[in-house]
């Protein structure tokens, strides 16, 4: 790597890191306000504050590529206007390699999102959001839980809650025969999952159907083996953005092999995938852009540029999204036309530069 790579790429970080902060702290006030009107219990104002501050690093992935564009913007257009994109071309640098060395700091960027998304947001956002359950109910002396139906191949499975110590009351257990015709029906006082992965039933009462005849069995304990594990489990307590890219594909691959809806989570991870791989292009559409038609024009004009190409960025992303989930489009397909359509751009717009 060059010296000048190394000069355009800290250019373009130190802007970038400069907008993050600033997002970040507006995007970390407004979640404050909002956790204001959800204080209950002992969920106070310092447990909103402390929710507001571990919800950063998921606020921070979700704000990366615009602030990737805005920051090339702000960081290549200081350099337009001390002329020294002017000396980079007049020294015999074309266009397409200082485009290749502004891609080098969107690959930077790229890399500290995926690993942000994958390892220190998710884990932080359902530490955070259990957190604020807790506090909010733990006076009230309620079950912190949700209701869930899991199917596992044959076995269909309702729980009256699912918790992080993974203890879930009540359970219905129906198995199904080949034909899908009903074999038998069980419940359990109490059920959890053991540190052996095996579901342990307490006071179980089951009906079983034959042929001709209908047998009833009772027993204080019973142990299952499903295939459906407290890790699993753990991750239909998150919401698919809070889920990393590992748990998304985990759960869409057990959706899929029982024979359940998965686009919501695959319109989730391939939208991800887009957002993240679309940071490399960002800086290099920030250079168009400066060699074009922000030549001449101050930091507020090329601040407000930035803001609107990432808003309508978003705002379509978001809307071929949930597009395609209503028509039952492709997730692979409709969350990357937004990165094709800006990729698209970023290669008319070079190619108008001279």
Do not use: C
């Amino acid at each position: 790597m060059s010296v000048l790579s190394l000069y355009l790429m800290r250019t373009i970080l130190m802007s970038t890191l400069l907008v993050v902060l600033v997002l970040l702290a507006l995007a970390g006030l407004f979640e404050f306000i909002g956790q204001l009107d959800a204080t209950e219990g002992q969920y106070g104002i310092f447990q909103a504050l402390l929710f507001s501050l571990l919800r950063l690093p998921q606020l921070a992935f979700e704000i990366l590529p615009i602030a990737a564009l805005i920051g090339a913007l702000l960081g290549l257009g200081s350099l337009s206007n001390n002329s020294e994109l002017v000396v980079m071309r007049t020294a015999g640098l074309s266009v397409m390699t200082l485009a290749g060395m502004v891609a080098l700091s969107g690959m930077a960027i790229m890399v500290v999102t995926a690993l942000i998304g994958e390892f220190i947001a998710p884990p932080l956002d359902y530490f955070a959001r259990n957190m604020r359950n807790e506090a909010r109910y733990e006076q009230q002396g309620r079950d912190v839980g949700n209701a869930a139906w899991v199917k596992d191949g044959p076995v269909i499975l309702h729980l009256e809650k699912i918790n992080t110590e993974f203890e879930f009351g009540a359970l219905y257990l129906f198995r199904f025969n080949e034909d899908n015709s009903l074999a038998s029906i069980a419940r359990a006082e109490n059920a959890g999952i053991d540190d052996t992965e095996n579901w342990i039933l307490e006071d179980v009462k089951e009906t079983r159907f034959d042929n001709d005849s209908v047998q009833v069995i009772e027993s204080s304990v019973a142990v299952e083996s499903f295939g459906m594990n407290a890790e699993m489990l753990g991750i239909t307590l998150v919401k698919p953005v809070s889920l990393s890219a590992r748990g998304l594909m985990s759960y869409i691959s057990y959706l899929k092999k029982n024979s359940l809806n998965a686009e919501r989570y695959e319109t989730e991870f391939w939208a991800r995938m887009a957002r993240t791989v679309t940071i490399i292009v960002m800086p290099v559409l920030a250079l168009a852009f400066v060699f074009g038609s922000l030549r001449s024009t101050g930091s507020g004009s090329r601040l407000m540029v930035g803001i609107l190409i990432g808003l309508a960025y978003f705002l379509a992303s978001e809307m071929t999204a949930n597009s395609g989930q209503v028509f039952n489009l492709n997730p692979a397909l409709v969350t990357w036309l937004p990165s094709m359509a800006l990729l698209g751009l970023t290669a008319f717009a070079l190619n108008r530069v001279r």
